[in-house]
């Protein structure tokens, strides 16, 4: 079987698309740069859209206040001026510097070619937990989801959330004016979320199943038509008719193969010099993945170390440009 290979020399390629490589990415092509980002996620975002879309964010400059989700929005938006090439679904497995000095970078889909590298992994590539029950897999894509995009699709269906957190009671109410029924199945009787979407829940016409778990899901080749229930402590069981089955079980992350590409490391984080070096010329480091002296991890320190890697690796591929950019305010 042949790799797909995109045999285009990006000028920088952004491992890691949360708001750090976003802003990164955006900034790549404020300095004229050919920008590729690649996200192992079916979306962009990070841990804002992973994690908590809904809540809102309070130390983010210029913004008293904005939710997560939205501010993710907000740095689409900006970073899309430029129109960089955006991978999706695509978890960077190796990097290897070649000997004309580019780069090579294979995911799970493809090959990529690059000038420099900036990493942005955050903790590592995220994976939802997945539903533990063999036929799960066979329904993703269909009507088994762990990631919501458009609240839309679900307009008119039966709905059923699984899980107790924010996420799933944030989704659950979100559903509730859109979909025909939403359920919500929790293994415990008390739910993780805030408690202040836990009483809305309560007020709201979600139908609460706790302590239950999904264990099997009845279905054809197209869609699963049934989720039967089994309460934990009884073992009684109830079956659900539904039209889409969404899975908020929180994620795993794991710096996983980055361990493996010959970059200095340090509890879990790549070191990085003032100019967002790593030790491996032309791969820099920004955000929560990169560690220095004095180093914490906010949205706002990405987007400051941002601005300052691309502008390493600008003066890396071109040693006459200036590490100092032009300002913004003279550019448009
Ligand atoms: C509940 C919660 C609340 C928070 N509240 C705040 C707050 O109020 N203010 C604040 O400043 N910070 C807050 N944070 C922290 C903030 O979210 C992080 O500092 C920020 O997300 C870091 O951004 P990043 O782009 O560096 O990394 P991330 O947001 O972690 O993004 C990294 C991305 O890289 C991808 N990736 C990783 N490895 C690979 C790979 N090999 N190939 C392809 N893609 C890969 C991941 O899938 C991920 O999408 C909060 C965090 C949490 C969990």
């Not at 970073?79 to 970078?105: A, H, I, R, W």
């Not at 329904?139 to 899980?163: A, P, T, W």
């Not at 010959?262 to 491996?280: Q, W």
């Not at 691309?310 to 950019?325: E, V």
Request: charged content about 25%.
């Amino acid at each position: 079987m042949s790799v797909k290979e995109d045999r285009n020399v990006y000028d920088v390629t952004i491992i890691g698309g949360g708001p750090t490589g976003m802003f990164a990415a955006f900034y790549g092509g404020l300095r004229q740069m050919k920008v590729k980002i690649i996200e192992s996620l079916p979306q962009l975002g990070g841990q804002l859209a992973a994690l908590y879309p809904e809540k809102y964010i309070y130390d983010v400059a210029g913004f008293p206040k904005v939710r997560a989700q939205e501010l993710v929005n907000q740095l689409k938006e900006q970073m899309d001026l430029f129109s960089p090439t955006v991978c999706l679904n695509e978890s960077v497995d190796t990097l290897e510097k070649q000997e004309d000095g580019t780069f090579k970078l294979v995911t799970n889909q493809q090959i990529h070619y690059s000038k420099t590298v900036i990493i942005t992994a955050g903790n590592g590539a995220f994976q939802p937990r997945r539903l533990e029950i063999e036929s799960a897999s066979r329904y993703e894509g269909k009507n088994l989801h762990y990631f919501i995009n458009d609240l839309g699709q679900f307009s008119g269906k039966r709905v059923l959330v699984c899980g107790g957190g924010d996420s799933a009671v944030d989704w659950s109410l979100m559903l509730e004016p859109i979909a025909q029924s939403v359920t919500i199945v929790h293994r415990r009787d008390k739910f993780r979320a805030h408690e202040h979407s836990v009483e809305q829940l309560k007020k709201s016409s979600v139908q609460v199943k706790t302590p239950f778990v999904p264990v099997e899901l009845v279905g054809d080749e197209h869609a699963i038509r049934q989720v039967i229930l089994e309460h934990v402590k009884e073992g009684t069981k109830e079956t659900i008719d539904v039209d889409a089955v969404i899975v908020n079980y929180g994620f795993i992350s794991s710096l996983g193969p980055i361990k493996n590409w010959g970059l200095d490391i340090e509890k879990n984080a790549i070191k990085v010099n003032s100019r967002m070096e790593t030790n491996i010329p032309g791969v820099y480091a920004a955000g929560d993945i990169c560690t220095y002296d004095g180093k914490i991890k906010l949205i706002a320190c990405g987007f400051g170390e941002a601005p300052i890697a691309i502008s390493s690796a600008k003066t890396y591929i071109d040693p006459t440009a200036r590490m100092q950019p032009a300002h913004s305010t003279s550019l448009f």
